[in-house]
Nanobody
Framework: QVQLVESGGGLVQAGGSLRLSCAAS????????VGWFRQAPGKEREFVAG????????YSEDSVKGRFTISRDNAKNTVSLQMNSLKPEDTAVYYC????????????????WGQGTQVTVSS
């Protein structure tokens, strides 16, 4: 089992920044790929960014590439999502998820999920 807890969400003005953290406990976290997803009201959950246990990463090209940066610290069992130049359309609940092996953009392929953290960007 892997337990995930997100933190760092909040209210920020457009153009601002937030840093989300995903803290993991349980099994050896360094063997897992991690993804960040978000879900806005009335919309499907969408992939934001992912990272392998070795640090290789990928992003949702359409929405966040160039503004968001995913990173991980296996020694601290944490994965972070640095979000810059935030826009009102980034408003959503952000979730981190973990799966054995590499990350995936498919939410259904993940075994473990955090409870989510709200990010609200005002215009």
């Amino acid at each position: 089992q892997v337990q995930l807890v997100e933190s760092g969400g909040g209210l920020v003005q457009a153009g601002g920044s937030l840093r989300l953290s995903c803290a993991a406990s349980g099994r050896i976290f360094s063997n897992y790929g991690v993804g960040w997803f978000r879900q806005a009201p009335g919309k499907e959950r969408e992939f934001v960014a992912g990272i392998t246990w070795t640090g290789d990463n990928g992003y949702s090209e359409d929405s966040v590439k160039g503004r968001f940066t995913i990173s991980r610290d296996n020694a601290k069992n944490t994965v972070s999502l640095q979000m810059n130049s935030l826009k009102p359309e980034d408003t959503a609940v952000y979730y981190c998820a973990a799966r054995a092996g590499t990350y995936s953009s498919r939410s259904k392929s993940y075994d473990y999920w955090g409870q989510g953290t709200q990010v609200t960007v005002s215009s």
